[in-house]
């Protein structure tokens, strides 16, 4: 504790101002840890300009800013600026268009590299933004729904990936969307059908915040496994 600061607390009449200092150093420890390891921002742009060129340094730079901005601010202010910046930064593509493939899972290297994704990069880079600026894992999950979309041949029902935010294990979601860029309710989305949900440590059955995991960790979403390594490898953990 830096000396100014012991003589503030010393003044203080009553022992709450003790308690008050230690809890909010507890809780900047605790957000510390609970947040993915920031990448080496230089190290970051050397390997996203020997990928893709420097055309895309600048969106780097706005992500990483916009991280490091939102790590002030509460978890409900973090999803905002989050899911703003994606979904307002990040244009929608298909993996045969981007990648030339029927299905890539890309890191938020990968993603800010080409300027585009699809509905799963959208949901990862979202996730690991939101790690970086100190939401727990545990409060986060990636869901694989079944949307409904309206289309003027009628109704069409594709296969479609969102991020959910639990305030508390028992909290009804959030979701975090590139269809519908408003975050809301879980029941307000009645154009989703969830099918299973997951994060860095576990796949889940359902959506619920109660559920137990599957056993095997993230080993049977074989998608998921590899992408998570390769995001590792960037430096984010």
């Known amino acids: 504790m830096r000396p100014e600061t012991k003589y503030l607390v010393s003044q203080q009449s009553a022992p709450g101002a003790v ?8 809780l900047l420890v605790f957000s510390a840890l609970c947040a993915v390891a920031a990448p080496d921002a230089e190290a970051l742009q050397q390997k996203l ?16 800013q916009t991280i490091n901005s939102a790590k002030s601010v509460g978890d409900d202010a973090r999803l905002r600026r989050i899911n703003d910046f994606v979904n307002q930064n990040i244009l ?8 030339q493939q029927s299905d890539y899972w890309a890191t938020p290297l990968e993603t800010l590299g080409q300027g585009a994704g699809d509905c799963e990069d959208f949901a990862i880079i979202k996730y690991v933004s939101l790690r970086m600026t100190g939401v727990s894992d545990k409060k986060l999950r990636l869901i694989y729904v ?3 979309l309206e289309t003027p041949r009628g109704p069409l029902q594709q296969a479609h990936m969102v991020l959910a935010y639990y305030a508390a294990p028992n909290a009804e979601p959030l979701i975090l969307d590139n269809l519908d860029t408003n975050i809301l309710h879980a029941s307000k989305r009645t154009d989703l059908h969830p099918v299973f949900s997951f994060n860095s440590e576990a796949i889940f059955a359902g959506i619920s915040g109660k559920d137990k995991a599957s056993a095997g960790g993230i080993n049977r979403l074989t998608r998921w ?5 390769r995001i590792r490898a960037e430096g984010y953990e």
Do not use: H, M, N
Request: charged share 30%; hydrophobic share 50%.
């Open 225 to 229: 496994e590899d992408a998570w390594r």
């Open 146 to 148: 079944k949307a409904r």
């Open 49 to 64: 300009i020997a990928r893709f060129g420097p055309a895309r340094v600048p969106l780097l730079k706005s992500w990483l």
């Open 19 to 26: 308690v008050r200092y230690l809890t909010l150093a507890l």
């Open 92 to 99: 929608f593509d298909s993996d045969a268009g981007i990648w």
